[in-house]
């Protein structure tokens, strides 16, 4: 059984920072792309960074790109997500997915597996 477990959300200013960190278990985490996806209140949730099965492609979202950095270590089976300069429209649950293929897609549906979310909220 996939597990996914998020940690690291919290309450912030804007223009601080958040590091947020998951563990995955049951699954075979170097052979899959990971992303972090969030889902603000009343939004459909979107993508937000993808990295590839080696840590070594990524991809972001155009609202967060030169702001968020994802990173992944497959040795401890973690990938995380650094938030700088955050602004109150970052404030969503945050949620760890795993793909469906060893390349990041930008297209939630792509992702299978998911966490339990993390929630974020940026005050003004």
């Known amino acids: 059984q996939v597990e996914l477990v998020e940690s690291g959300g919290g309450l912030v200013q804007a223009g601080g920072s958040l590091r947020l960190s998951c563990t995955a278990s049951?699954?075979?985490?170097?052979?899959?792309?990971m992303g972090w996806l969030r889902q603000a209140p009343g939004k459909e949730r979107e993508f937000v960074a993808g990295?590839?099965?080696?840590?070594?492609?990524?991809t972001y979202a155009n609202s967060v790109k030169g702001r968020f950095t994802i990173s992944r270590d497959n040795a401890k089976n973690t990938v995380s997500l650094q938030m700088n300069s955050l602004n109150p429209e970052d404030t969503a649950d945050y949620y760890c997915?795993?793909?469906?293929?060893?390349?990041?897609?930008?297209?939630?549906?792509?992702?299978?597996?998911w966490g339990q979310g993390t929630q974020v909220t940026v005050s003004s």
């Open positions: 997915a795993s793909a469906d293929r060893p390349w990041p897609s930008e297209h939630a549906n792509d992702y299978i597996n």
């Open positions: 049951g699954l075979t985490f170097d052979a899959y792309a």
């Open positions: 990295i590839d099965w080696t840590g070594s492609r990524t």
